[in-house]
């Protein structure tokens, strides 16, 4: 038994998906250029799609899994699961005006023409506040319609705003925040789950690690419980005596969300020759 995952073939998120793989530990075997290519060292095989085709394919349980983006889950609206966040791929979905038009909020749309590649999520979201507008569902290049005088406003995803910027709009009111997901096929049979489990143990160890450091420092005896209780560590910290008398070498792990503050603490609290050491892989 394998498990089949469908990526993007190419686009945005394949490489950040191929990577991911490949820091979960998993040697894909041939090129990219074809249809599908197999894990020689765990049970995945792949398969390289268009986004807009994934769902689709994993609710057919063509393919077990995916990796998407938000933005294409819920507007193909497919009977599948979203099973974990991956963490790359970020963007929102918003709608955009003429910068020198202002926005007073969803009314504003009413009797507009708004041009989007996301006909559904637009429809649910002035459905939601009991606005009629007229939806113009383009494919690509969404940011310039008003400028040729296809639409009033548009609805587009956005990551740095350069686009819009470049068009002469702005953003206006992001409707939806998406990042690339894992979604899975409903009812995944018993194997094909144990090896789901198995992957999303891999990428979550990826994932953690990538959000610690692994700090080393050096502290004097005297300041030593004020340091420790700075440092959670995984346990406790590591704590090992320098040959210089009084002085120890602690070593500990810190989240990145905290990073900064515990530093400068620990630096009023005496600690030199503070190393921070990236972690490849962690596992409680
Ligand atoms: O060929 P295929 O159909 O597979 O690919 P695609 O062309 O439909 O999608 P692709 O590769 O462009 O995007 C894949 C996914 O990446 C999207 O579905 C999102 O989940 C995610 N993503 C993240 C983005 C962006 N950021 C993004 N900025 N997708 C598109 N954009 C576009 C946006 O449409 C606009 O044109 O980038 C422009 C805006 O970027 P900024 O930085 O100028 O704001
Ligand atoms: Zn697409």
Request: proline share 3%; charged share 25%.
């Amino acid at each position: 038994m394998r498990l089949k995952l469908a990526i993007q073939k190419s686009g945005r998120l394949h490489d950040d998906s191929m990577k991911l793989l490949k820091e979960s530990g998993i040697d894909i075997g041939n090129g990219v250029n074809k249809l599908k290519a197999d894990a020689t060292n765990f049970p995945l095989d792949l398969f390289f799609l268009r986004d807009d085709d994934i769902p689709q394919y994993v609710e057919d349980g063509v393919a077990d899994i995916g990796f998407v983006g938000e933005n294409v889950v819920y507007e193909k609206a497919k009977k599948v699961e979203v099973a974990y966040e991956l963490g790359f791929g970020k963007c929102r979905l918003s709608f955009a005006v003429n910068k020198n038009e202002s926005f007073t909020g969803s009314s504003f749309l009413a009797g507009k023409k708004i041009a989007t590649s996301y006909p559904v999520l637009v429809q649910n979201y002035l459905n939601k506040n009991n606005i009629k507008a007229e939806i113009h569902e383009i494919s690509g290049s969404v940011e310039i319609a008003p400028g040729i005088g296809l639409a009033d406003v548009v609805c587009d995803l956005v990551s740095s705003g350069s686009t819009l910027f470049m068009n002469g709009l702005k953003e206006a009111e992001t409707i939806l925040h998406s990042q690339a997901v894992l979604i899975k096929k409903a009812g995944l049979d018993k194997e094909a789950a144990q090896i789901l489990e198995r992957l999303l143990f891999r990428i979550e160890s990826v994932k953690k690690a990538k959000r610690n450091k692994y700090v080393l420092l050096n502290a004097p005896n005297a300041n030593l419980d004020k340091i420790i209780s700075l440092l959670p560590g995984m346990k406790s910290p590591t704590v090992v005596a320098l040959a210089t008398p009084g002085w120890s070498s602690v070593h500990s792990v810190i989240d990145e969300s905290d990073f900064w503050e515990i530093i400068e603490q620990l630096k009023l609290a005496g600690a030199e020759g503070i190393l921070v050491v990236p972690i490849e892989k962690m596992i409680l």
